[in-house]
């Protein structure tokens, strides 16, 4: 690899979450049964006209505003002519010469610093059918097509080739949906395809000015999967290159199960798609009072939060992983409005609720637990209810039932126990079953301690208030 550098640029094609499709009434809504969300004009029958969705448009403005870039003020849809079956048109209605926003930019993190890359344009259109495979597309003996996603809105968001490393591929890719997630044009749920990436990729020799030949990985839907194709695909490049072959400029589909890209066909170029000016829709000159209005109305972003997090007492690293994600930091806000301790909800929301969360890949916004509920477990701990042990108890039968923390205290009988004379009387019996322990600890081995008050609260069955145990223990061995 020194031999070689990357150059990595990617396409991200964005739903954006207006009620309605981009050129007709039929519903944006997921799911539901093959074919039932569609309408004669997004299946393009004869005779039928299509009306641009306002919506769309605002949002178009307001994603671009939150990429840094320029708002054109006369921009046009274009017919992207190609055939395939989930294109009942047999053409695509998007942006070609003039798209609504250009010259923008993200800055990410990277191993280097942080790292701007350029965003070249952003531009509207519908999105086409889903193709359903039986198994996989290399492997489907045939497929069918469901046409409830043509006419969804779209706006693809194309980057500069900026990028020379999977991992900044992937960083860039998490950054830029956590601008779009916050200036809420879209829910980004790669899960159900409202985000998808084609990773661009090429190499070449080191020093050498031109770029290589570059492959196009479609439809990436996770960012582990952007990093791992593009780490692929660079050893695969390199390895051709090296045994004296060449690159050819074709498209590529990731075999997730397999770790490897497959060719699906050669790639075409503008030019074979025959664009030409939509006729049946007028060009679109966007008001400048339009663009501001929209300005104004964007809310809190990413970095603005940081900010408000690190004045709030948390460290750099708690406020960006916080914020990588808007729900995550929704969450957390929410949280703050009844207990107002942002380390501690903090930690909670890092360690056990993220962990909870991964052991069973469910995303915080589906969390049976409410931020309310978490900031009531919070105010038990703090009024020594229950202690911060049994609180790990009771979180996790709050995650899996979604009941309050008073109820599950309540039903398991975790009330933390402060009655000194009962714990007094359970240290005594301790001390008096562990005189090995008692011997270390008083010839200066303090760590000895620490068995004894494990012991303690086993007895307790981690219901004793550890500064009471603690402070007992002491008394009575010194």
Not at 245 to 268: A, F, L, P, Y
């Amino acid at each position: 690899m020194t031999r070689y550098e990357a150059v990595i640029g990617i396409e991200i094609h964005v739903e954006l979450k207006t009620n309605t499709k981009i050129f007709c009434h039929s519903t944006t809504e997921f799911g539901g049964d093959p074919n039932t969300h569609v309408c004669p004009v997004c299946l393009g029958l004869p005779g039928v006209l299509p009306v641009l969705n306002k919506q769309v448009v605002e949002y178009a403005i307001k994603a671009g505003l939150a990429l840094n870039c320029e708002i054109a003020e006369y921009s046009k849809f274009d017919r992207k002519n190609y055939y395939y079956p989930d294109l009942p048109k047999n053409y695509q209605i998007s942006q070609y010469d003039l798209p609504i926003c250009k010259n923008g930019y993200l800055e990410v993190e990277t191993g280097q610093g942080k790292k701007r890359i350029g965003i070249t344009r952003i531009h509207m259109e519908e999105d086409a059918g889903k193709l359903v495979h039986q198994g996989t597309i290399t492997t489907s003996p045939y497929s069918l097509v469901d046409y409830n996603r043509t006419g969804v809105p779209l706006i693809e968001i194309v980057s500069e080739p900026d990028m020379r490393s999977a991992e900044e591929a992937r960083a860039y890719a998490e950054k830029l949906r956590s601008v779009i997630q916050y200036a809420g044009v879209s829910d980004c749920r790669m899960e159900e395809g409202s985000l998808r990436c084609d990773v661009n990729v090429s190499v070449h020799p080191v020093g050498t000015g031109e770029f290589g030949t570059r492959t196009e990985i479609k439809n990436m839907n996770s960012f582990r999967s952007i990093q791992k194709a593009a780490e692929y695909e660079i050893e695969r490049q390199i390895e051709v290159l090296e045994n004296g072959g060449r690159i050819i400029q074709e498209t590529r589909t990731w075999d997730e199960n397999k770790g490897i890209t497959v060719s699906m066909r050669t790639k075409e170029e503008a030019q074979d798609y025959r664009y030409f000016p939509d006729p049946d829709l007028v060009p679109l000159v966007i008001e400048r009072e339009w663009v501001e209005a929209v300005r104004n109305s964007l809310p809190e972003m990413p970095e603005q939060r940081v900010a408000r997090y690190i004045e709030s007492g948390l460290s750099e690293y708690e406020a960006n992983v916080l914020t990588a994600s808007k729900e995550v930091s929704d969450y957390f806000d929410q949280c703050l409005k009844t207990y107002n301790n942002p380390k501690m909800v903090s930690n909670w929301i890092m360690g056990d609720l993220s962990r909870l969360l991964n052991s069973v890949n469910m995303e915080i916004c589906d969390c049976r637990v409410k931020p309310a509920q978490l900031a009531d477990m919070l105010k038990m701990i703090d009024s020594g209810t229950i202690s911060g042990k049994i609180a790990k108890t009771v979180f996790e039968e709050m995650f899996n039932t979604g009941k309050d923390p008073e109820t599950v205290v309540k039903e398991k009988g975790l009330v933390q126990i402060s009655d000194e004379s009962a714990i007094a009387a359970v240290v005594d019996e301790i001390i008096a079953a562990n005189p090995k322990s008692v011997e270390d600890f008083r010839n200066g081995k303090d760590k000895a301690i620490g068995f004894l008050v494990g012991q303690i609260m086993k007895a307790t069955k981690g219901k004793a208030n550890p500064q009471l145990v603690n402070k007992l223990l002491k008394d009575k061995l010194s």
